[in-house]
């Protein structure tokens, strides 16, 4: 069944290509489908296209495929083009003429606009919980450990002395910029685009602003070819927003990648939080967190397929437009997972606490020692070559009692701030 059935066959060819994986990606979003298809059968109720009973028939016969969907019994059989057309053959199989009245006044385009918003918001609500799971993970390791000292690094060469709690707090620090992008997609996504029907309105006294009450959205996307025109568009805001979350996870993976090397060994993890080498029985390898390097630097791509499959594409639905379901989608399922993984294994993080015992970790000294000397009154450069000098020569003795104490230090983390900082993205 196809909703735009004229009562003759398409190629089965052309149905193949043209259908893709929408089947399979329909079922996630069918949900979706029906709370949309609940709201616009109560407002053809309201403004008389429908009776009272059968108003009332088809939201109790779209509850019991809701149902089914939360079940997992609801299936798209190859004789269905998609979601829509299941679900209008199931309510036709049920109330007969009523079933057949559910698509007056909309077009499949605004059924899956309208769709796409609601899952959006869904998935990125539960990403935010996700990323305050972490934020606050991150955060009480942070006060945990902070004044365990850590190599930091520049160019890959010994810098600075670091400590865990700056390294915990500041990937923590960076997931409240990653909610300003996730903030601002779920802004888009919060319109209510049903009622754009194909792109240019209906000629049906439809109530919009009833739709966009009954399905919780905060606004409407009052223009109905600006609507039409965010298909695509609020994927690809959603894309900025996780591939900005990716950015940080990528990084933070990479890190521990290093630090539970060998030749670092700054950090390490439980057997079971590792794998091992098919030849080589002392490998404990840091699988998890390359996977979560690899998937992330995946996902920041996903703005770039979004951007090359709608940017040269003029007003007006076109087919392309189809292929951005097959690329946000599984990119939302792997951010999640990443999360999810980072959270969980991070909690079971072992951190070495005598890293700076090593004496090749004695040159993280010496802009602090240098500092000392300028604070004695000696100019900078002058403090600068003797330090050199001292370096040059293996004359260099470190000053280990480090003290700072400006915001954002090592000596002053700043955690109720950082805290305080992520409330307020969430409120």
Known sequence: MKLWDKGFSTDKKIDHFTVGNDRELDLILAKYDVIASKAHAKMLGKIGLLTKEETESLVRELDAIG????????????????MHSKIEFLLTEKLGDTGKKIHTARSRNDQVLVAMHLYLKDELEEIKEQIITLFDLLLNLAEKYQSVLLP???HLQIAMPSSFGLWFSAYAESLVDDLYFINAAYKVADQNPLGSAAGYGSSFPIDRTFTTR????????????AAQMGRGKVERATAFGISSIANTLSKMAMDICLYMSQNFDFISFPDELTTGSSIMPHKKNPDVFELIRAKCNKIQAVPNQLTLITNNLPSGYHRDLQLVKEVIVPALQEIKACLEMLSFSLKEVQVNTKILEDPKYDYLFSVDTLNELVQEGMPFRDAYKKMGREIQEGSFVPKRDIQHTHEGSLGNLCLKEIRKKMDQALS
């Open 67 to 82: 149902d089914d969907i939360t079940k997992g019994d609801f299936i798209i059989e190859d004789s269905f083009e998609d």
């Open 152 to 154: 930091g690094y520049t």
């Open 214 to 225: 009954e399905m919780g959205f905060e606004s409407l996307k009052y223009n109905v070819v």
